[in-house]
């Protein structure tokens, strides 16, 4: 097991030149223990990446990125209304009331 921290998680989510080394550190022990807040400061990276203009909107979609910009291949459960109708129109299938 290894410990990582959140700017090498953060590598594992945007297209930076050492994606694939990590990649590879993940495919050998798949098994990830981060610090409780470590989620937090992704966001917040995420967030100040997409106002500094490095990242687009779209670029800090979750769910794009957790389905690997294939939406086909991920369903999303979502309550909110808005969210529901822009997940429809990337193409997830949306479950939910």
């Known amino acids: 097991m290894k410990f990582w921290d959140s700017s090498a998680l953060l590598s594992l989510l945007v297209d930076e030149p050492s994606r694939d080394r990590l990649l590879a550190f993940l495919e050998e022990d ?3 223990l981060a610090w409780w807040g470590t989620p937090v400061e992704i ?7 997409e106002r500094e ?29 808005r969210l529901k109708s822009a997940a429809r129109r990337e193409g997830f299938t949306v479950l939910g009331a």
């Open 43 to 49: 966001v917040c990276a995420l967030s100040r990446r």
């Open 53 to 81: 203009g490095l990242l687009t909107a779209e670029g800090v979609a979750a769910a794009l990125i957790a389905s690997d910009h294939d939406p086909r291949s991920l369903e999303l459960v979502c309550m909110d209304e």
């Open 30 to 32: 798949s098994e990830v």
